[in-house]
C-alpha cells in the first residue's frame, strides 16, 4: 500500500537521456492521490520515456521521482508491486479463458487463491460479464477486452493504475463505458494516471500534462488550461503548444 502522503507521483527535475539525446527535460509535477491525470504529448516528446521512469521500468539519469511513496530509482521493484499497468495492446492471454486471465496475473500479483477467486468474482459481477467466466478472451470484442484488462490491472487493488492509450481501437461506446469504469476507480481511491490521443478523453481527467520536446509545457485542469490559452477545447490547447501528431 501506498505511504500516507496527499501525493501519488511527485517528481523534481527528472531526466532521462540517451547518450547526448535528451528524451525527459527536467520535469517537476505532483499528482494527488485519487487524481485522474492526464499525460499528453506529440510522439517523440517524451512521454512513454516518463512512464516509464514511473513504472520503475527504467532508471532516470538525474532528478527525483517518487510513486506510491518509493524513489523511482532505489525501490523500483516496490514501485512495481504498488502499481497497475494496462496499454493499448491488451495483456490479456488471448488462449486463455477469463477467468484464467485474472488467476494468472493474481498469481503474478502475489495475490492468495481466495483472494484471486473473491476477486475475479467482484470484478465480473460489477461487470454484468459473470456469465463469460468460461469464454476464451480472442474470442471477446475489443471493448470487452479492454474492460477485462483494465479490471485484471486493479485486481490486486493498487494505489496507481497507469493507462497507456488504453481505448486505442475502440469504437466512441466503448470509450464512454471505459471511462466509466475509470471513474469508479478513481472514486475508490486509485490514482489514475492515462496517456490518451483522444482530445475529448483529456477533458475528463482532473488536470492535464501537456508534454513537447522532453519538456512540461502546460498543466492545469482542462477549464484553466483553455481559459490560460484562449480555447475552446483542449485539443486546441495541445495543437498551439506541442502541434504534431499523437
Same mark, same amino acid.
Given at each position: 500500500?501506498?505511504? =500516507?502522503?496527499?501525493?501519488?507521483? !511527485?517528481? =523534481?527535475?527528472?531526466?532521462?537521456?540517451?547518450? %547526448?539525446?535528451?528524451?525527459? %527535460?527536467?520535469?517537476?509535477? +505532483?499528482?494527488?492521490?485519487? +487524481?485522474? /491525470?492526464?499525460?499528453?504529448?506529440?510522439?517523440?516528446?517524451?512521454?512513454?520515456?516518463?512512464?516509464?521512469?514511473?513504472?520503475?521500468?527504467?532508471?532516470?539519469?538525474?532528478?527525483?521521482?517518487?510513486?506510491?511513496?518509493?524513489?523511482?530509482?532505489?525501490?523500483? $521493484?516496490?514501485?512495481?508491486?504498488?502499481? &497497475?499497468?494496462?496499454? @493499448?495492446?491488451?495483456?490479456? *492471454?488471448? %488462449?486463455?479463458?477469463?477467468?484464467?486471465?485474472?488467476?494468472? /496475473?493474481?498469481?503474478i500479483y502475489g495475490l492468495k487463491d481466495n483472494e484471486i477467486a473473491s476477486g475475479t468474482d467482484e470484478m465480473l459481477k460489477s461487470?454484468?460479464?459473470?456469465?463469460?467466466? $468460461?469464454?476464451?478472451?480472442?474470442?471477446?470484442?475489443?471493448?470487452?477486452k479492454q474492460k477485462l484488462a483494465f479490471s485484471v490491472a486493479i485486481l490486486h487493488k493498487p494505489s496507481i493504475v497507469?493507462?497507456? =492509450?488504453?481505448?486505442?481501437?475502440? %469504437?466512441?461506446?466503448?470509450?464512454? @463505458? /471505459?471511462?466509466?469504469?475509470? *471513474?469508479?476507480?478513481?472514486?475508490? &481511491?486509485?490514482?489514475?494516471?492515462?496517456?490518451?490521443? *483522444?482530445?475529448? $478523453?483529456?477533458?475528463?481527467?482532473?488536470?492535464?500534462?501537456?508534454?513537447? +520536446?522532453?519538456?512540461?509545457?502546460?498543466?492545469?485542469?482542462? +477549464?484553466?488550461?483553455?481559459?490560460? /490559452?484562449?480555447?475552446?477545447?483542449?485539443?486546441? !490547447?495541445?495543437?498551439?503548444?506541442?502541434?504534431?501528431?499523437?
Amino acid at each position: 500500500m501506498m505511504k =500516507e502522503t496527499k501525493y501519488a507521483i !511527485v517528481t =523534481e527535475n527528472l531526466t532521462k537521456k540517451f547518450g %547526448d539525446f535528451t528524451a525527459v %527535460d527536467n520535469i517537476s509535477f +505532483e499528482v494527488r492521490r485519487g +487524481e485522474i /491525470f492526464g499525460f499528453l504529448g506529440a510522439n517523440g516528446a517524451g512521454k512513454t520515456t516518463a512512464m516509464k521512469m514511473l513504472c520503475g521500468l527504467l532508471k532516470p539519469t538525474s532528478g527525483m521521482g517518487m510513486v506510491a511513496g518509493y524513489d523511482i530509482s532505489k525501490n523500483s $521493484e516496490k514501485v512495481k508491486k504498488s502499481i &497497475g499497468y494496462m496499454s @493499448q495492446r491488451f495483456s490479456l *492471454y488471448q %488462449d486463455l479463458k477469463v477467468w484464467e486471465n485474472f488467476r494468472l /496475473f493474481g498469481g503474478i500479483y502475489g495475490l492468495k487463491d481466495n483472494e484471486i477467486a473473491s476477486g475475479t468474482d467482484e470484478m465480473l459481477k460489477s461487470l454484468g460479464f459473470y456469465d463469460e467466466r $468460461e469464454t476464451l478472451v480472442q474470442s471477446l470484442p475489443a471493448g470487452w477486452k479492454q474492460k477485462l484488462a483494465f479490471s485484471v490491472a486493479i485486481l490486486h487493488k493498487p494505489s496507481i493504475v497507469f493507462l497507456d =492509450e488504453p481505448t486505442g481501437g475502440v %469504437d466512441p461506446a466503448a470509450r464512454r @463505458q /471505459f471511462w466509466e469504469l475509470i *471513474y469508479a476507480a478513481a472514486e475508490s &481511491g486509485i490514482t489514475v494516471f492515462v496517456t490518451t490521443h *483522444y482530445m475529448d $478523453e483529456a477533458e475528463y481527467c482532473d488536470r492535464v500534462s501537456i508534454m513537447s +520536446e522532453g519538456k512540461i509545457a502546460a498543466l492545469d485542469s482542462p +477549464e484553466n488550461l483553455k481559459q490560460k /490559452f484562449g480555447c475552446t477545447t483542449v485539443e486546441e !490547447v495541445f495543437h498551439k503548444l506541442a502541434g504534431g501528431v499523437l
